[in-house]
């Protein structure tokens, strides 16, 4: 079963205070990427990864910043963190070959912004 | 850019009834490949199937859906529900087969009763 872990799972932040939340997979996947689920939104791609030291934009980037510097960990960073940030985020990672086509998520973090 | 569209918010049903949830899409892609994911309470989202064949029916799990290029739908459908079935179910939209950067619906959220 594929694995992809996140941390944390809760975390509470100030405004205008730095988040960093970080996601491991053992799935030797080479696509990461980075959600965030809201009421009456859905999910939504904030970055994703096509590999180790490459980041791209998704369709809500604004505000946030990722890194990926291995294959196994892939990192969202809020600068300056606002309430709009409120939200669960989700990473989940996925083989681009096609021969595995399916997209596995961690378990969630859930981000407080006060 | 792409789109899908799920218009019911909430289905509520009673247990051994059939349940159809609506998905539709949007694309410039002439070979889109649709996705069901369905995420359970305090849970992540898994794949529950997919597909990219026209006019072909797709089953896992005692759901079903096809795939209708020509309407640009892609509805999920079950016979019989069960309390099980209660869950977030997400409706998506890739242009690969790796099932890669997907567009998610908003989601409809299912709640059977007894």
């Known amino acids: 079963e594929a694995a992809v872990t996140q941390s944390p799972r809760n975390k509470v932040a100030v405004t205008g205070g730095k988040v960093t939340l970080s996601c491991n997979q053992t799935n030797n996947h080479n696509n990461m990427y980075w959600y965030r689920q809201d009421t009456g939104h859905g999910l939504r791609l904030i970055h994703y990864?096509?590999?180790?030291?490459?980041?791209e934009k998704g369709d809500i980037p604004d505000g946030y910043k990722a890194s990926r510097p291995s294959q196994e960990n892939f990192s969202l960073i809020l600068e300056l963190a606002t309430p709009s940030q409120t939200s669960v985020y989700f990473c989940?990672?996925?083989?681009?070959?096609?021969?595995?086509?399916?997209?596995?998520f961690g378990p969630g973090t859930r981000l407080l912004v006060l | 850019g792409d789109s899908v569209t799920q218009t019911e918010g909430l289905v509520t049903l009673t247990e051994g009834l059939p349940v159809m949830l609506n998905c539709t899409y949007q694309?410039?892609?002439?070979?889109?490949?649709l996705f069901w994911y369905v995420q359970h309470l305090n849970e992540s989202p898994r794949l529950l199937l997919k597909?990219?064949?026209?006019?072909k029916r797709t089953e896992h799990q005692g759901f079903h859906a096809t795939l209708h290029k020509s309407s640009s739908s892609f509805h999920l459908q079950k016979s019989s529900a069960q309390l099980s079935d209660s869950a977030l179910y997400y409706c998506?939209?890739?242009?690969?087969?790796?099932?890669?950067?997907?567009?998610f619906g908003i989601g409809t959220r299912v709640l059977v009763r007894p």
């Open positions: 989940a990672s996925g083989d681009a070959t096609g021969l595995h086509d399916t997209q596995y």
């Open positions: 990864s096509y590999g180790a030291g490459s980041t």
């Open positions: 998506a939209l890739s242009e690969d087969f790796a099932g890669n950067k997907l567009t």
């Open positions: 597909s990219f064949t026209d006019n």
């Open positions: 694309t410039i892609y002439s070979n889109p490949f």
